[in-house]
């Protein structure tokens, strides 16, 4: 099973691209951890994360090609 | 609240749809909007509430026009250069509408005044440019029970949201704090003076804003409250995301109720999680007075102000980590600047141990900081 | 195009951004933009491409700046109603950015002037109000191989897209015959003085315009070329819609190109389908002189002028309907007029047997035109 | 089958909502005639049709749960 990342705002630094396809996950918690272990910059941010549009906590169950987004707070006004 | 002949002319566009007619103008000239922040965000805003015909328009900024602003803060001019921007607002949009009341207001919004500023309105508009600010907003408005509309950018992307708001059922909506508990540490944060920002997204964002402003005061459509929504100026993509509110993170915002004054949301807003060194302007000046051995180093690609510290020796922050051995062999002090004080900070984090580094600084509040200290 | 050092001060922002940086802030200086349409739409575009630093803005409208434009049109004020609307553009444009050129067309566009006018320009912006100008943009355009961003409006909608657009590839893109291939009966798309308009939504839209302008000319992010955004400013729905090229409906705008100039758009965009008689107000200025019976129906339900014709009786659009039998039970003759002469034809196509009414009028171009005629 | 249909602009009131669900349609010309029957007033007016996001002509074949959306051009400015 695979699910599809986007990153909006600076995330998209951290990470390098707009979008992930990341495989093997199974909660928020899981694929936090994925992330994290691949881009470690990634700890140092604030975030919130979606799940097909809806805001999720961590122990939100993932399934096959769900929509996930990841959102930091803007600053700019 | 009767409309005038003139009012009727003027807001004939409003009067023929059904769904504003009469009685959503009347409404509109009832409504009292206060809007925080006067830049990117706010000129858009202002202009169109104030076109709409909202009664009481409340400019709140404590800033000055820069020629750095006007390539998205529209509602200005050359001519205003160097003006207080809620003063050359309201200059600019008596003309637009003298059927309404303008008020500017030079101070910036605080745990002192706060209460007083918001409470004399119906609606809030956060339209700043920090987070200090937009939590204070958020406490302020939960306490107050105001509703406000928030709207953030980042270079191509926007984020709105109606947020505190209380629905026809009576129900309490998501906040700021149910979206983001607490603040971002700043350098993972950039702003627009950091990160630049294409001049129209504000435009889109801030309209956006007002007219979830006037939706609300007229009831008509559906206010975007608990939801989110993210738009991409490259892409033209909009999403719409659904938060749901969060009682333990509105009582965070209500806990200090009584001692709101005192609270310290700059350093509630400043980064925790590693110290860095930093220095203030002023101790800069003496220290290059007593002719201590210092290095200054100037992060900045594309500098904004023209200006430089004497003897500064200028490695942009994507050349840093090419030259890092060349800068920190020596065992002097060394100071990293930039045009704001933040992208220095950003540096500093990219050196190697920068925790256990003594002798680097951060130069608080950047260039800026250190011309407003000469000046003295 | 080099810039000065103003220049960078004032877009700073910009040139901070990877995406435009030093090459995308002189692309934009070398760039000539036309606006056509000064309006709703033309303002935010106009106001934010200045700011952009779009090196020649030219803006084309024949209009003159009304109180009842203000609560949308909102890069004017009260001190400018009565000036032309491209000439009051420019005063204000000019403090906002002195480092581009403005110029002002106070003509209509029209099949004599228009060759002359685009050709001097790399994009165009559709901000107009009325078929006969959009479909006149979209066949000069193609025949002068000109991209142009089509915006247009109605109530709380909006409609987007880049039009006859090349892609990198060199393909040639949709235009706006390809996807409206004719223009709608005038009477079945009323425009926002018939049917109102929210204010902030050609705010939204105009924006949008002035981003796919600035994307355009800087070769980032994607164009929406081949593609038709809808927004809904009621429930911030945003949807894409794909389009296809027509080559037929392309040839359709080219056949006419030698004989442009006698090509009448006016006719093409009104009504073939159910003749209705037309009265000019000269016409009816006359009869009323000679006490010809006639009976005068004002059908505005909010009128946006406070002037009436003399023994006129009104009837609101939406009471028609039940009003009928007694207007049509004489045999005098009978006019129907509304503010613009418009909402009167639909009127008149809710009688029934209107095609074989022969003594049923609309004034042409309604009571603007009559207090045009009264003034001479 | 059915496919719901969602309209724009002005044609929202000539149909009297924004939103419809027609049941046993075949093709867009199907569709056309059955929206024509019920709402007679819509053949005055000017209109492109787009199925899932992507304009379509008159021969697109429908299918279950297809979107079906109606614009007409826009004159405000």
New interface residues.
């Given amino acids: 099973m695979q699910v599809n990342v986007i990153f909006?705002?600076?995330l998209s630094d951290v990470v390098g691209k707009n979008m992930l396809t990341i495989q093997d996950t199974g909660n928020m918690t899981d694929l936090k951890s994925k992330l994290i272990t691949n881009y470690p910059n990634l700890k140092?941010?604030?975030y919130?994360m979606?799940v097909n549009?809806?805001?999720v906590e961590d122990n939100y169950l993932l399934f096959d090609n769900d929509s996930v987004?990841v959102?930091?707070?803007?600053?700019?006004? | 609240m009767n409309l005038n002949k003139e009012e009727i002319q003027y807001y004939h566009r409003h009067l023929i749809l059904p769904q504003i007619g009469k009685t959503g103008q009347q409404a509109l000239k009832k409504a009292k909007v206060l809007v925080i922040?006067a830049?990117?965000?706010?000129c858009p805003t202002l202009m169109y509430l104030s076109g709409a015909g909202v009664g009481r328009v409340g400019i709140v900024d404590p800033d000055k026009v820069a020629v750095s602003n006007l390539h998205r803060q529209v509602l200005y001019g050359f001519s205003q250069v160097g003006e207080f921007k809620a003063e050359a607002a309201v200059n600019r949009l008596k003309d637009l509408n003298p059927n309404i009341v303008l008020k500017a207001y030079t101070q910036r919004l605080s745990p002192e005044n706060a209460v007083d500023l918001i409470s004399q309105y119906d609606v809030v508009v956060?339209?700043?440019?920090?987070?200090p600010t937009?939590y204070l907003i958020n406490d302020f408005c939960v306490y107050l029970d105001k509703p406000f509309v928030s709207?953030?950018?980042?270079?191509f992307?926007?984020?709105l949201s109606v947020l505190n708001f209380t629905d026809n059922q009576g129900n309490k909506c998501p906040t700021y704090r149910c979206?983001?508990p607490?603040?971002?540490?700043p350098e993972?944060?950039?702003?627009?003076s950091q990160?630049g920002?294409i001049g129209v997204l504000?435009g889109i964002i801030g309209n956006l804003q007002a007219n979830e402003v006037i939706k609300m005061i007229c009831g008509v459509g559906e206010v975007l409250s608990g939801k989110?929504l993210?738009f991409d100026a490259l892409s033209n993509q909009t999403?719409?995301?659904?938060?749901?509110r969060n009682e333990q993170a509105v009582q965070q915002a209500l806990q200090n109720a009584p001692d709101f004054e005192s609270f310290d949301y700059e350093s509630f807003c400043s980064s925790s999680?590693q110290k860095i060194n930093e220095i203030s302007a002023v101790d800069l000046h003496k220290k290059l007075q007593n002719n201590e051995k210092i290095q200054l180093i100037d992060v900045r690609s594309i500098p904004e102000f023209q200006e430089e510290l004497p003897n500064a020796i200028r490695i942009p922050l994507n050349n840093l980590q090419a030259n890092i051995h060349n800068i920190l062999k020596n065992d002097c002090q060394v100071v990293f600047y930039c045009d704001h004080g933040i992208n220095s900070i950003r540096a500093i984090r990219m050196l190697p141990n920068h925790q256990t580094l003594k002798n680097v600084f951060n130069l608080t509040g950047g260039l800026v900081a250190w011309l407003k200290e000469e000046k003295k």
């Fill in positions: 909006f705002g600076v140092d941010y604030t919130r979606a549009q809806q805001m987004a959102m930091p707070p803007f600053a700019g006004g | 922040g830049g990117g965000l706010g956060d339209a700043t440019d920090n987070f937009r709207g953030s950018i980042d270079r992307q926007g984020q979206l983001f607490n603040p971002p540490a993972t944060a950039p702003d627009c990160n920002v504000p989110v993210m999403m719409l995301f659904s938060i749901q999680q």
